[in-house]
């Protein structure tokens, strides 16, 4: 069965300073691997996704995340923080043995920006 | 870009009565759509798969008899938690997966959630 593990339910960073929030995965075929944002009483939005190809996935708001099979590791990171990056993070998992489409998210990972 | 509605974003009802709540694709058709719940600073766990024209698929440990599922159209799914009580209280997000404009059928979009308050 897939499952996904975020180190770390909060992590605090500086304004200006590099995010990086992990995302270890276990998936018995090739996953589909996604990282989702919420801001409160919100829903998720899709910041970026993996499904073949280039390892390196670049997507929204300047988050980028690399694609490690050999660590089974999908980890997410930004170059410099804002304030607006506040709010909770998803990473998530799908593959072919749920049927194709079902989802499954980690714990989530709060993001704290200090000024 | 694809849309998911949820009707409504909030509810409060009293306990023992039923609510139900619309999950609607807008510009696109589902045959499958997911219904999640979120605990307080949780993360969104997964109660079913609703599949249009078919009976809805529950995770285990979900009570189906208690979370009512119907996916009558392809556009609409509804949730429908019956003689609620207060631990029914939570946020209910649905999703329905991406199937055109080249982003795969694996990507979901997701309803704005629905807040539940049992009093």
């Known amino acids: 069965a897939q499952s996904v593990t975020q180190l770390g339910s909060h992590v605090s960073v500086s304004e200006g300073a590099l995010v990086l929030l992990r995302c270890n995965y276990s998936s018995s075929v090739p996953p589909y691997l996604f990282w989702y944002v919420q801001y409160p009483n919100q829903g998720l939005q899709l910041l970026l996704k993996y499904t073949t190809g280039a390892t390196l996935v670049k997507g929204i708001n300047g988050f980028e995340a690399e694609f490690k099979k050999s660590e089974t590791s999908f980890h997410l990171t930004k170059p410099s923080a804002h304030m607006s990056d506040a709010a909770e993070y998803f990473c998530a998992v799908s593959d072919l043995s749920t049927g194709g489409f079902k989802t499954i998210f980690g714990a989530g990972t709060r993001l704290f920006v200090k000024a | 870009g694809a849309v998911v509605s949820q009707h409504p974003s909030r509810v409060i009802c009293k306990s023992g009565t039923s609510v139900k709540i619309e999950c609607r694709s807008l510009?696109?058709?589902?045959?499958?759509m997911f219904w999640y719940r979120q605990f307080p600073k949780k993360s969104l766990m997964l109660m079913a798969t609703?599949?249009?024209?078919?009976?809805?698929?529950?995770e285990q440990g979900v009570e189906k008899d208690k979370f009512l599922i119907n996916h009558a159209s392809l556009t609409l799914s509804t949730l429908t938690v019956t003689s609620a009580h207060p631990e029914d209280s939570s946020f209910y997000i649905c999703?329905?997966?991406?199937?055109?404009?080249?982003?795969?059928?694996?990507?979901?979009?997701f309803g704005p959630g629905t807040r539940l308050t049992v009093t």
């Open positions: 999703s329905a997966p991406g199937l055109a404009g080249g982003r795969g059928p694996y990507e979901q979009y």
């Open positions: 609703s599949n249009e024209g078919s009976k809805a698929t529950y």
């Open positions: 510009d696109f058709q589902a045959t499958t």
